[in-house]
């Protein structure tokens, strides 16, 4: 599997953006993976952002809640990242990566985020 992620860009804080994670491959190795957003700052770590199961079970990051959104369109093998009401501390670099049983199977390239004040 790989991803290929896209979306990202610079935008005032209050502002929306979305991201996409396109995986290659068959829509049913797709279908079969839970999918996950993850962010990594400058200076610090990656951080988990949001995720979603094969079945279509979302969870965030508290930060997150209420803000973000995470989908997944299983016949357009993508998995999607509306962020609105941005904030500066979400700047970074958003990777995508694709889960199955006993764990990561691929990340994507990332995709830079830039929140501006």
């Known amino acids: 599997v790989q991803l290929q992620a896209s979306g990202g860009g610079l935008v005032q804080a209050g502002g929306s953006l979305k991201l996409f994670c396109t995986a290659s491959g068959s829509t049913l190795i797709f279908s079969s993976n839970d999918m996950a957003w993850y962010r990594q700052a400058p200076g610090k770590q990656r951080e988990l952002v949001a995720s979603i199961t094969k079945y279509y079970r979302p969870n965030y990051e508290d930060s997150v809640k209420g803000r973000f959104t995470i989908s997944r369109d299983n016949a357009a093998n993508t998995v999607y990242l509306q962020m609105n009401s941005l904030k500066p501390e979400d700047t970074g670099v958003y990777y995508c990566?694709?889960?199955?049983?006993?764990?990561?199977?691929?990340w994507g390239q990332g995709t830079l985020v830039t929140v501006s004040s």
């Open positions: 990566n694709a889960q199955r049983y006993p764990g990561v199977i691929a």
